[in-house]
Every structure is written in C-alpha cells, then in structure tokens.
C-alpha cells in the first residue's frame, strides 16, 4: 500500500509539473503559440531531427531502439521519453501479474469459446471475450451467482457469460436470467433497492468502459454495497467526462491534487503503440482557428468531424458554416486558405504534428495517475477492500483502454 502511494504521488508531481503543456488544446497551437511556449527548445530540436516514421514510435517500446536514440543524436528527447516511461503503471509497479486474476482471453489462456459472429467489431469481440474470461473466473473465486453490469449498452457481456462454459462457472443461476434495469448510477443508487430478492444473494459488480463518471460511481457504490457485493471488475473510459471523480483517494485529496484537466484526461484514452498517422485534418484544424474572430473562438460551438476529402479550402467552408457563418465570398475564403496552408505547410506543419505526437507519448502517465488515484481509494477502503488489483486485460492496439481495475471484498467485521 505504501508503495502503491508513493508511486501515485509520483506521478502527481510529474503530471502537475507539466499541467499547461499536457492539458493544451491542438486547435490552439498556432493561435496560442504552443510550440514556442510549451515545448523546451532542446526537445523541440530533438523532434524536428526526426523522421514521420521516427516520431511515430515515440511513446513505444521501440523508441529506444531506433538508430538516432541508440547513436545519441537525440539526448533532450531520449531523456523525456526516459521520464515518461517511469511514471506509466508498468514501471511503478502497479500492475497486477502472475495470479488468477491476470488470466485474461486477449493472452490465449481462456476456457471460453470465441464470441465470434454476432454482430461486433473485431475491438468488441476482443474486448468481450477477454473481460468474460475474467469476470466468470472472478464469479467462481467468490462464490457468485449474480452480476450487476453496469452500463451494459446492448448486454454483449452479459450475453456471452450466460454461454454454456461460462455459465458453469457461474454455476447458472444467476445468468439463465438476463434482467434489464435502467436507473442513474450515482451516489444515491441504492444495490438493496435496484435488485431486490434476496438479500442473501451475493454479487460481482462489472462494468466494460464504464463511461465518464460512471466508473467512479460504480467504485463507490461497490464499497456501499459490501457485504452484498463480493468484488468487481471495470474497466474505465472517457475520461474526459468526468465531472467530479477525480481525486478519489485520501492521498491526493490531503496534498490539495486539482484535477489535470479535460484535455489531459482526454489523453489517457489515446494509445501510442498504434502509431496512426494524423492525417490533413488536425493541421486544417489549427488552421481554421486563425481564421476564426475572437467571438467564434469563444462561443463554444464545435466543428467536430467534418467528411471532406478535398483540400484546406473545401474543410473551412464547410467548419465556417458549421459555425454559424454565413460565406458569402467563396472566393476570398479560397485565397485565405492557400495563402494560410503555405505559410505554414513547412516546418510549422512538422512541429504541430512533433507537438501532436509528444502529448500522445503522455498517454500512460495520465492514465497511470487516474487509475491509480482508483486504487489506492480502494485499497483505503480496507478492511471492506481485501485487496485491490490493477490488471492488463486488453491488447492496448485493439483496446486503447485495457486495464481493469479489480477488487475482492471482504464481510464487514471480516471473514
């Protein structure tokens, strides 16, 4: 526990020391002057040395690896990324490994079939498999034969529980039944009152991406629900959602720890790994915002995705009328486009993609901090926490958000 908190005020610090630049809008690069602002000058050249396909392994494992960090062309950069790969779960010491709950299908070790075919994306049929996998093997540690699965969308989860392996396990009582219930999940909802029957019955609180606020809420409810509820199994996202679920712990909330923001929590969600290139739209974005009068910057309105394959010209008509401007000289608009698109289509457009990368290298030390805030609330709650784990359960490529955050209650009093 103790190390569990020093590693979480760890990466407080780093992530606290660096608000401004994790918690930067890319739509304001160029309007706000973030490159000259927010990136130090000897990291800044680090990146700019760097190919497109160089920067894309950035925040990866094989970062390191590359010829120009191995030859110790890039020192300031290589430096960063030392920094950043300490104060991600793995390199605290946070992730759970080497136990029964760290059995997850994503890994080839799973006794459940496939649940291929009906209907999913590759991502959830990934997803669905692997949190089955250790949801059921949680249910029979526990002695569970009712699961509360919190924002279950279209029950894919539930469903391919109440498969026959995975009903074994189970020990079927508690899955032949697939019970909808529709209720706010908050700090007032009430597990005796939602569910009903019998008290006796004891259950798993589970949850695939429980959205935004939702997750600190079913952590919460969770330790309310003890001894009915035996243990859980969430896994977070949307991060930049929440509203008032961060800090949970005693920890952060004694040290007076704010909240990083929305745009760095929006950055948790993001997975490095994937190496995807941007594309024209995030420049045509930072673009936009030049043209934009301070009254627009400020309404709060969003252009959000726009379809449009053709050229800087084509995607401002389009944000413009988004936006409420009426284009009147369609022409004009066009020449403003060219001349912006050139004057900053070179090296500016190189350090807004660098600038783009770097934030997404941060990926791991927001999240590590979010989740780990979760679980040393937990782990605060002992005794009605016995233990609490943090486990890898989705390939990250597939899965950006891949850990569960998982817990095993005890009776209050003890057992």
């Not at 969430?234 to 909240?259: I, K, N, W």
Request: overall charge neutral; proline content about 2%; some cysteine.
């Amino acid at each position: 526990m103790n190390e569990l908190r020093r590693a979480l005020s760890r990466v407080a610090d780093f992530t606290e020391a660096n608000k401004s630049f994790i918690n930067a809008h890319m739509v304001d690069f160029y309007t706000k002057q973030h490159w000259e602002r927010l990136v130090d000058a000897d990291v800044g050249r680090d990146l700019l040395s760097l190919t497109e396909e160089e920067l894309l392994y950035l925040g990866t494992e094989q970062f390191m690896n590359l010829e120009c960090v191995r030859a110790g062309r890039v020192p300031a950069l290589q430096a960063l990324a030392l920094q950043l790969e300490r104060h991600t779960l793995s390199a605290l010491g946070a992730l759970s490994s080497g136990d029964r709950l760290a059995h997850p299908a994503a890994y080839g070790e799973s006794g459940i079939n496939s649940f291929a075919g009906r209907g999913m994306s590759p991502k959830k049929e990934h997803e669905v498999d692997a949190m089955a996998e250790l949801v059921a093997s949680l249910a029979h540690r526990l002695g569970v034969r009712q699961l509360l699965d919190l924002g279950s969308g279209k029950g894919y989860l539930a469903a391919r529980i109440a498969l026959e392996r995975a009903a074994k396990m189970l020990q079927g009582e508690g899955v032949e039944r697939l019970r909808t219930l529709t209720a706010r999940v908050d700090d007032r909802f009430d597990v005796e009152a939602a569910l009903g029957g019998n008290e006796e019955e004891q259950l798993l609180v589970c949850g695939l991406h429980t959205c935004g606020e939702l997750g600190p809420s079913a952590l919460r409810l969770a330790v309310r629900g003890v001894p009915r509820v035996r243990g859980l199994c969430l896994v977070g996202c949307c991060y930049h959602l929440l509203e008032r679920g961060f800090p949970m712990s005693r920890e952060l909330g004694a040290r007076g720890c704010q909240d990083p923001g929305r745009n760095a929590r929006m950055l948790a969600a993001q997975c490095a790994d994937r190496r995807q290139e941007t594309g024209n739209t995030l420049f045509w974005r930072a673009l936009l915002q030049l043209m934009l009068t301070d009254e627009e910057r400020d309404s709060g309105k969003r252009v959000g995705r726009l379809a449009v394959t053709g050229v800087f010209a084509d995607y401002a008509r389009k944000a413009l009328r988004k936006l409420g401007r009426d284009v009147v000289d369609e022409l004009a608009l066009r020449v403003q486009a060219q001349h912006l698109e050139h004057e900053y289509g070179g090296e500016q457009r190189r350090q807004l993609l660098a600038f783009h990368r770097l934030r997404i290298a941060w990926a791991g030390c927001i999240e590590a901090l979010l989740l780990l805030d979760r679980l040393v609330f937990l782990l605060e709650q002992w005794p009605t926490v016995a233990e609490a784990h943090i486990v890898r359960l989705f390939d990250p490529t597939v899965s950006p958000r891949c850990h569960a955050l998982v817990a095993l209650m005890q009776h209050v009093g003890g057992e």
